[in-house]
């Protein structure tokens, strides 16, 4: 059984920084992709920041230079280092593992809350 668990979240004041991490348990092949979305109170989940296999990376306009992404294929890691963060970060943040590409198979840990206020 696949299980994805975040960990890194908390209460952080405006401009600093805190770094997420997620770790993968159980069989996992041919990841495609593993990314961070984050949802808000009262808003729809949205992707944060995202790496291919190729590590490719891609990231939403609203944390561009501020967050990265990082993955550790052998260790099925992965991280997301946020700095000079803001309120408006302040959501749940998801790991999200895609195993596959046709036919693609989406898991998603828990979340953790991180929480930007003075």
């Known amino acids: 059984q696949v299980q994805l668990v975040e960990s890194g979240g908390g209460l952080v004041q405006p401009g600093g920084s805190l770094r997420l991490s997620c770790a993968a348990s159980g069989s996992i092949s041919n990841i495609s992709r593993m990314g961070w979305y984050r949802q808000a109170p009262g808003k729809e989940r949205e992707l944060v920041a995202r790496?291919?296999?190729?590590?490719?990376?891609n990231y939403a306009d609203t944390v561009r230079g501020r967050f990265t992404i990082s993955r550790d294929n052998a260790k099925k890691t992965m991280s997301l280092q946020m700095n000079s963060l803001k309120p408006e970060d302040t959501a749940v943040y998801y790991c999200?593992?895609?195993?596959?590409?046709?036919?693609?198979?989406?898991?998603w840990g828990k979340g953790t809350l991180v929480t930007v206020s003075s």
């Open positions: 999200n593992v895609r195993a596959g590409w046709i036919g693609a198979i989406d898991y």
């Open positions: 790496i291919t296999f190729d590590g490719t990376t």
